[in-house]
């Protein structure tokens, strides 16, 4: 009866305590500047003066709508920035002058990262900056850029990298004024249509991929966790629907199967050696959960070296997935089984580390033997040959 008594004390203590425990997130909803254009905002970044601090990682990550309902970012050195898009599952924001004139904020002031959790994923080249007093489109060079939002009809401010100066200077019709010379990004898209920074801590992207939340702990200012929570409320009423309506008929079965339980206690304790030995012959040994591949099985997939020309499998596929930038010569390359996507070797192993699927197409790539059979594990030790492409070159930078 003791016995019986205690076990139903445990069953209330569960019912009335456990629901409260499972509230373990802060939690916090994705919110908006505006309309539907806007990027989705939620942790680590927050919206200052329309959710709670704990909403965001730190303030370095905190974000603000101005009058055109634009999402803007504040950086130490850089100054406000329109955030174009947020993807939480590759850690990545698309940034903008909220102006849509983000060169001549790169010439105008000394755009720096420096001081903030972001990091840029492009290379910066030497440019010399252009004013030339007629339109430029005709010139013969994909590496000429013009800056529309700082041409106007009878002149035309244009790019032109260092290396090519001498070669474009001689096919210009007139002389140009040099106005700035700057590091600018070297990526293949015009800079008029911004730049993508990444972030690396706090590190969600598994967590975001798996569909669930990232947050920080109710009771805690520092621990992160992933939280499957529901992405939208419920009202009021219709948790007190659910209270009623699955709330107490479970709390009847809990009571029911604890006295049950406790009921089976003692013939249980009875026969413990039995019992013991009929779990070993029925149990089975947990399995682990490996999120991504282990090292032979990325090694086995292809490698290939860019020549001097830099051609690629796919001549249309000359940007790596991953981080972005264009592919070089010289750069290795890892192909994924299958679906023949390729990336660049380091990009790529980091991600299959962690994810078990391609990166463009989210497909599970077939284990090769080398991570499989036994007999060929000293050859998935071994790094896979290497070649060398050399044809010709797309032309772009």
Not at 4 to 29: I, M
Not at 42 to 52: A, C, E, I, V
Not at 103 to 132: G, I
Request: glycine letters at 6%.
């Amino acid at each position: 009866m003791a016995a019986s008594k205690f076990c139903l004390a445990v069953v209330f203590l569960l019912a009335f305590f456990f629901p409260n425990g499972a509230e373990s997130q802060f939690l916090c909803r994705s919110t908006y500047c505006g309309g539907g254009s806007s990027p989705p905002v939620r942790f680590p970044f927050r919206l200052k003066n329309s959710q709670d601090p704990r909403c965001g990682y730190q303030p370095d990550f905190d974000l603000s709508c101005n009058n055109r309902n634009k999402t803007i970012l504040n950086l130490p050195i850089a100054g406000d920035l329109a955030v174009e898009r947020i993807d939480y599952r590759l850690q990545t924001l698309w940034i903008n002058d909220p102006d849509q004139c983000f060169p001549r904020r790169l010439l105008a002031e000394s755009f720096n990262l420096q001081d903030s959790p972001f990091m840029s994923f492009y290379r910066s080249e030497n440019f010399t900056v252009l004013n030339c007093s007629y339109d430029v489109e005709t010139l013969p060079f994909d590496r000429v850029r013009k800056i529309k939002c700082m041409s106007g009809e009878n002149y035309s401010v244009i790019t032109v990298p260092d290396r090519d100066y001498a070669m474009v200077s001689a096919f210009l019709p007139a002389p140009c004024n040099v106005i700035a010379a700057k590091k600018l990004p070297s990526s293949g898209m015009a800079i008029e249509e911004g730049m993508v920074l990444k972030w690396s801590e706090p590190d969600c992207g598994n967590c975001e991929s798996r569909g669930g939340d990232c947050g920080f702990r109710s009771n805690s200012s520092a621990e992160i966790e992933c939280f499957n929570l529901p992405k939208s409320g419920i009202s009021r009423g219709a948790k007190y629907g659910l209270i009623i309506g699955v709330g107490i008929p479970s709390l009847l079965l809990l009571i029911g199967l604890g006295c049950c339980i406790c009921g089976k206690f003692k013939v249980f304790t009875r026969s413990n050696q039995r019992m013991i030995n009929l779990s070993y012959s029925m149990g089975h040994e947990p399995t682990s959960v490996v999120a991504g591949l282990d090292g032979p099985t990325i090694e086995s997939f292809p490698k290939t070296q860019l020549g001097e020309s830099r051609r690629l499998p796919k001549p249309n596929d000359n940007t790596c997935a991953i981080c972005l930038s264009e592919y070089q010569s010289k750069e290795t390359i890892r192909t994924i089984p299958d679906c023949d996507h390729y990336f660049h070797a380091n990009c790529v192993d980091e991600w299959l580390k962690l994810h078990a699927t391609c990166p463009v197409c989210r497909n599970s790539p077939d284990e090769s033997p080398a991570a499989t059979t036994p007999s060929s594990s000293s050859v998935s030790r071994s790094s896979p040959s290497v070649t060398s492409l050399s044809l010709h070159d797309s032309g772009r930078f």
